[in-house]
């Protein structure tokens, strides 16, 4: 069966850190972009890092410095690193993969981050 699990959400300090998992099972990983968005109420999903199989990585420009993606190929696990939280960091956070072959997508769903003062 095809999923993908997240891990790691919770409560965090402003200016704290957290490390989100989302472990994958039932894809070829290594053949799919992965990637973590976000969505906050009112607000649309909206990307937040990518990394390809080859391992170019791309970051929304509101977490450039602060967050970083990694995967691990052989766990199959993609990770989030999240630095420096501030306030708007707060959201629920979905992983997502996509075939570089046939764009088929998936996602997780979902895990809770949440910042305190």
């Known amino acids: 069966q095809v999923r993908l699990v997240e891990s790691g959400g919770g409560l965090v300090q402003l200016g704290g850190s957290l490390r989100l998992s989302c472990a994958a099972f039932g894809i070829v990983f290594e053949t799919n972009t992965m990637g973590w968005y976000r969505q906050s109420p009112g607000n649309q999903r909206e990307l937040v890092a990518s990394i390809t199989p080859s391992g170019d990585i791309n970051y929304a420009d509101a977490v450039k410095g602060r967050f970083t993606i ?25 992983c997502n993969s996509e075939c570089q072959y046939t764009k088929h997508q998936r996602w997780g769903q979902g895990t809770q981050v949440t910042i305190s003062s």
Request: proline share 8%; net charge neutral.
């Open 70 to 94: 990694s995967r691990d190929n052989a766990k199959p696990t993609v990770y989030l690193q999240m630095n420096s939280v501030k306030p708007e960091d707060a959201a629920v956070y979905y």
